[in-house]
């Protein structure tokens, strides 16, 4: 068999289209982009010790607990608490005045839960106050009226506990808040014995 000394056009050219052709997908394999690659197609396994995502590449508000280590998170951030047990209060006849209170600082507009509780006390004879969660100076939720009545018993070592609950029906601005458990005379000579205060935020609005 006689081989050919020169190349012909037609091996030339095939030749060429082969080397493009060949360089042409080594390529393709170096640069995928975004649009070659179909939706849902990679997964964690094909990630490189799968830190090739960042927060940046997750949509905001799509991840679940079972994605998120708690450990990791800053509670105060998305949950602050705050709260106060004072010593004994002794209520005015003629105004409210705060027996526990304290501020609660919310990094953005969420609602608060409340609880405050505290023990009445009548002093000397039957004794009665009323007593209510207020938030920035404002009543929330429904106020109790601890005491007895004229029947009951006198001691000045009778107690009458008491605690309320509220949960605001819509969300707080962003700021400080003051939250209190503010108390008034109705009947007699009224203390309120440890009264507590604590408040947390709930879910943001």
Known sequence: MRFRRHLSYANVVATLALLLALGG????IDKVNSHEIVNGTIKSVDLRNRKAVRAADVKRNTLKGGQIDESTLNASRFAPLA?????????????????????????ERARVLVIATGNQ???????????????????????????????????????????????????LPKGRHQVALACKELVGNVRIDVPTIAAIAIGAG
């Open 25 to 28: 997908g080594a390529y393709a």
């Open 83 to 107: 709260g106060d047990e004072s010593g004994d209060c002794n209520p005015s006849v003629s105004v409210f005045i705060d027996c526990a209170n304290s501020g609660l600082q919310l990094p």
């Open 121 to 171: 006390d009548s002093v000397g004879s039957p004794a009665k106050a009323t007593c209510e969660i207020r938030i920035d100076g404002d009543r929330v939720g429904l106020p109790v009226q601890p005491g007895e009545q004229s029947i009951d018993n006198t001691s000045s070592l009778a107690t009458n506990g008491f605690a309320r609950t509220v949960v605001t029906r819509d969300p």
